[in-house]
C-alpha cells in the first residue's frame, strides 16, 4: 500500500513538472535549459581556469622556483656538493642541483642599450636533463657550462636590446669589498646563446650564465640547492622535508607555495571569485524554479484537494512539488553534464575544426590547436555542483508550496481558490 501511495506521488510529480497549465511546460524548460547551461558554463569556466592555472604554476615550479630550495648555512662549496649527494638519496627526490641569483645592470655595447636583470648559474645537469631542460628551448647558439665569461640571454631581452650572437656585453654586480659592505663591480661578457622558456616573466629578465661564473661574483653562503621532486611528491613536500631536516645539516627549505605565496593567494581567491559567480547566476535561474512552483501549485488546488480528501497528507503533497522542481533541475544537470564531457573530452577535435574553418575563411593557420590547454573534470567537482543545484531546488521548491498546502481543504473545493 505505501509502495503503490508513493508510485502514485512520483507519477503525479513527473506530470507536474511538465504541466501544460497556466504555461508552466515552457517555464519548466526555459528553468531547465537555464540550468543546463548554467551548468556547462559552470564546468567549462572551472576547467579552463584550472587547465590555465595548472599550467602557469607548473612552469614556476619547473622554471622560476623549483619544487624546493635549501638554502645551508655556513657551508663551503664543497659541503654543498656533499649535502646535495646526501638529498638525493631522499626517496620522492628526483634531481639535485646548485644555483645562485645575483642581480646586475646589463649593457649591450653595441647598440648602448641597458636593462636591470638577474643573473642565474645552475648546475650543468639542469641544462641537460629533468623538469628544467624540458621547459627550456635553445633558440641560438648554446647555454654557457664553463667560466669563459660567456653568458646567454633570452629571446625576449635579444628584442629588447636588440642583441646578436657574439656581441660584447658590460655587466655590473654587486659584490662584497674589503673596507665596505657591497661595491660595484662591472666585468665584460659574450653572447653565447640565446633561449626561450614558456614563461614571460622570467625571460624578459633572466640571463643564463655558468655556475663556475657565478662562482666569482657571490659568496658561498650565496648558493643555494634546487630540488625537484617526482609524482605525488610536487604538492605534498612535507615528508620530503621531514627527510631533509633529519640529515641534521642548519638549513632553511621554502617550498614553491611560498616562494610564489602572492601569487599562489591571488590565483586561489580569482578561483573561489568564480564559485561566487557562478553560484549567484545558478543560484536566480532556481529562484524562477521556486515562482514557477507557486503558479503551478494554484492551478492545481482543486487536484490537491481532491488527493487530500482520498488521504494524502500536505507532507506527501508538499513532496510532489519537491520531487517535481528536483525532476526539472536534474534533467538541466544530466543535460549540463553531457554537454560539458562532450565539449571537455572533444576539445582536440573542436580546435583543429575552428583553425581549419579561420584558414579558410581568414587564408592564414590558425593555431588554437596547437597552444590549446589540456581540460579535464573533476568528478569531486561535479558531484558538488550538482548536489548544491539539487538542495537548493528542493529547498525553493518546499518554501513555495509550503503556505498554499496550509489553506483549508473545504475552502478550496468551495471556492477553487
Not at 41 to 68: N, P, T
Not at 216 to 244: C, M
Request: net charge neutral; proline share 3%.
Amino acid at each position: 500500500m505505501v509502495r503503490n501511495k508513493n508510485d502514485i506521488l512520483f507519477r503525479i510529480a513527473a506530470r507536474y513538472a511538465f504541466s501544460r497549465q497556466n504555461r508552466h511546460r515552457s517555464s519548466s524548460i526555459l528553468i531547465m535549459l537555464g540550468i543546463c547551461f548554467s551548468m556547462l558554463a559552470l564546468l567549462m569556466v572551472i576547467s579552463f581556469m584550472e587547465a590555465s592555472q595548472d599550467k602557469r604554476l607548473g612552469e614556476i615550479k619547473d622554471i622560476e622556483s623549483f619544487h624546493l630550495q635549501v638554502s645551508a648555512m655556513d657551508l663551503s662549496y664543497e659541503d654543498l656538493l656533499a649535502y646535495t649527494t646526501r638529498i638525493a638519496g631522499v626517496a620522492g627526490v628526483e634531481q639535485v642541483f646548485l644555483f645562485a641569483d645575483i642581480p646586475a645592470i646589463l649593457k649591450d655595447i653595441s647598440s648602448g642599450k641597458s636593462a636591470a636583470v638577474r643573473l642565474r648559474g645552475c648546475s650543468n645537469d639542469v641544462y641537460r636533463q629533468g623538469p628544467f631542460s624540458s621547459r627550456l628551448s635553445i633558440v641560438l647558439g648554446s647555454i654557457p657550462l664553463d667560466d669563459g665569461g660567456e653568458v646567454a640571454p633570452s629571446y625576449s631581452l635579444m628584442r629588447a636590446l636588440s642583441l646578436s650572437m657574439a656581441d660584447s656585453l658590460e655587466l655590473t654586480v654587486l659584490r662584497p669589498g674589503k673596507t665596505v659592505r657591497m661595491i660595484p663591480y662591472l666585468f665584460d661578457g659574450v653572447v653565447a646563446g640565446i633561449y626561450q622558456t614558456g614563461l614571460p616573466e622570467y625571460d624578459q629578465r633572466t640571463v643564463l650564465m655558468s655556475l663556475e661564473e657565478i662562482r666569482r661574483l657571490v659568496p658561498d653562503n650565496d648558493i643555494k640547492i634546487g630540488i625537484f621532486l617526482s609524482g605525488q611528491y610536487t604538492d605534498n613536500q612535507h615528508a620530503i622535508i621531514r627527510e631533509i631536516e633529519a640529515i641534521g645539516i642548519p638549513s632553511r627549505i621554502v617550498t614553491w607555495q611560498d616562494a610564489n605565496s602572492s601569487l599562489y593567494a591571488a590565483m586561489m581567491l580569482e578561483k573561489y571569485m568564480m564559485y561566487l559567480v557562478m553560484g549567484i547566476m545558478i543560484l536566480v535561474i532556481i529562484t524562477n524554479l521556486k515562482n514557477s512552483t507557486e503558479r503551478l501549485l494554484r492551478v492545481k488546488q482543486r487536484e490537491l484537494a481532491v488527493l487530500r480528501t482520498m488521504g494524502y497528507r500536505r507532507k506527501e503533497l508538499g513532496e510532489v512539488f519537491v520531487l517535481q522542481a528536483l525532476f526539472i533541475a536534474g534533467l538541466g544537470i544530466s543535460l549540463g553534464i553531457g554537454l560539458a564531457l562532450l565539449l571537455v573530452y572533444q576539445s582536440p577535435t573542436i580546435a583543429r575544426l575552428i583553425d581549419a574553418v579561420m584558414s579558410y575563411v581568414g587564408g592564414r593557420h590558425g593555431q588554437l590547436s596547437q597552444n590549446l590547454l589540456t581540460l579535464t573534470l573533476d568528478p569531486a567537482e561535479i558531484i558538488i555542483v550538482a548536489m548544491v543545484i539539487l538542495v537548493l531546488s528542493g529547498i525553493l521548491a518546499w518554501a513555495g508550496s509550503r503556505k498554499l498546502l496550509s489553506n483549508d481543504i473545504m475552502e478550496i473545493l468551495l471556492h477553487d481558490n
